[in-house]
C-alpha cells in the first residue's frame, strides 16, 4: 500500500469497483476512502484509459526540489500528465493552491473534483464540485467564472452534467478556462470619420475601425482587418448599425465596406489596414449581444 508495507488483498464493493485494502491494518494510521472517493478514481482512471492514457491510482513522484507527493489518479501521454485528485473532505484553499504548486512543479496539470463548494475559481486550479450520489450518480457542477456556489443552487452553476462525462472532457483536452458560451456581452463599436478619397468630394463617412467585447472583467478588441476572421461577430454587429453595408467582389476574403456619402463608391481594402483610421478620433457606440 502507498501508506505503508502492509500486505494487501483485492477487494470488490457493492458497486464493483475493485480496490486495495490492509489484510491486517497494523500499526498503520491511514484513514480508509470511502466507497465514493474509490468510485470517483475508478471513474477517472477509465476515462483516461478510454482516451488513450496511461491511468494508474496511488501514483507517487517527486518535484523538481525534492519533495514528494501522491495522486488519486495520474494519467500520462507522451510527454503530458494530468492529475486527479478527488477531494472529498474538507480543505483550505491555501492547502489546495500548495498542493497544486507541487503539481505545476513536477509539469503535471492537476484536476479537482472537490466536494466542498468554496474552492477557487481560477485558470491555474481546474476544478468542479462533485454533485449527486454514489446510488444514483456523480455529477459534475461546473462553476461560473465569478465564484462557487453551494450545490444545492444547481440553477446557479453554469453548467451540470454525469461525472463521466465530464472527465470524459478532460481527457479529451476540451476542459477549457474562459468566459461561458452562450453568455451576454457588451460590443463596442469603434468608428472614425474619415474623408473621401476623391480630393473634390469633401464629404466624412463615418467608418467601422474595430469592436471592443467585454464580459465582466474580460475584454477583447478586434481591429477591423480581422473582424472578417468571426463572422459570426460581424454579422451581430452589423445587424444594428443603420447604414447598409457592402462588400467587395473582387477581393477574396470579400470585405465589408461603407460608401462614401459623397460618392457611393467602395473604399478599397488598402484604406481600413493603411492606419489611416487609426489617427482619426475615435467613437464608442455600445451594441448588447
Not at 507517487?60 to 485528485?85: C, F, H, N, Q
Amino acid at each position: 500500500m502507498p501508506c505503508c508495507s502492509a500486505l494487501v488483498a483485492l477487494k470488490r464493493s457493492s458497486l464493483k469497483t475493485q480496490f486495495f485494502a490492509h489484510i491486517a491494518r497494523g500499526g498503520c494510521k491511514s484513514t480508509s476512502e470511502t466507497e465514493e472517493h474509490r468510485h470517483l478514481k475508478w471513474l477517472a482512471v477509465m476515462a483516461a484509459r478510454n482516451h488513450g492514457w496511461v491511468a494508474e491510482t496511488e501514483a507517487m513522484e517527486i518535484t523538481p526540489s525534492g519533495e514528494p507527493w501522491r495522486a488519486d489518479v495520474l494519467a500520462r501521454k507522451g510527454k503530458y500528465k494530468v492529475a486527479i485528485e478527488v477531494q472529498w473532505s474538507k480543505q483550505t484553499n491555501s492547502e489546495t493552491s500548495r498542493r497544486q504548486q507541487r503539481y505545476r512543479e513536477s509539469g503535471v496539470r492537476g484536476v479537482w473534483l472537490f466536494r466542498q463548494s468554496d474552492f477557487p475559481i481560477t485558470f491555474d486550479l481546474p476544478a468542479v464540485s462533485i454533485g449527486g450520489s454514489l446510488k444514483g450518480g456523480f455529477l459534475a457542477l461546473i462553476p461560473s467564472y465569478q465564484d462557487a456556489t453551494p450545490p444545492s443552487l444547481r440553477d446557479r452553476w453554469h453548467q451540470v452534467l454525469p461525472m463521466n462525462e465530464f472527465l470524459d472532457v478532460v481527457f479529451r483536452s476540451r476542459f477549457q478556462f474562459g468566459i461561458p458560451a452562450s453568455s451576454d456581452a457588451t460590443v463596442a463599436v469603434r468608428t472614425a470619420l474619415m474623408p473621401c478619397w476623391q480630393p473634390t468630394c469633401g464629404a466624412k463617412t463615418r467608418i467601422l475601425t474595430g469592436v471592443e467585447i467585454s464580459f465582466g472583467p474580460h475584454e477583447c478588441t478586434l481591429p477591423a482587418p480581422v473582424l472578417a476572421k468571426h463572422p459570426e461577430i460581424l454579422r451581430i454587429v452589423l445587424n444594428q448599425l443603420s447604414e447598409n453595408p457592402r462588400y467587395s467582389t473582387n477581393l477574396s476574403p470579400s470585405l465589408e465596406s461603407r460608401e462614401c456619402i459623397g460618392w457611393s463608391i467602395l473604399r478599397a481594402r488598402s484604406v481600413l489596414q493603411s492606419g489611416q483610421a487609426a489617427r482619426l478620433p475615435d467613437q464608442a457606440s455600445p451594441v448588447m449581444v
